[in-house]
């Protein structure tokens, strides 16, 4: 996580989650700041992660490229469904 520049916000939590947060934070030897900043690091990698997987698929769709019947079927019967 970059300090280069910092800016600060606030919003409104429930009292278990920042108890939740704080004991987590403690068991790692880190701060509720750390942490919170962590988990935003993360789901922002993982929200900018699936957005591009969707934009892949996206397109894939748009030059019709589909999956043939065959193709399902055999995904299907590998793993049961």
Request: glycine share 4%; proline share 1%.
């Amino acid at each position: 996580m970059s300090s280069a520049e910092t800016v600060s916000t606030s919003f409104r939590v429930s009292k278990d989650k920042i108890e939740r947060i704080d004991a987590i934070a403690t068991s790692m030897g880190r701060s509720r700041n750390w942490l919170l900043n962590k988990a935003l690091d993360d789901i922002l990698e993982h929200q900018a992660w699936f957005v591009a997987e969707v934009q892949k698929g996206i397109a894939a769709a748009d030059k019709g490229e589909f999956a043939s019947p065959e193709e399902v079927t055999a995904i299907f019967n590998k793993y049961g469904a």
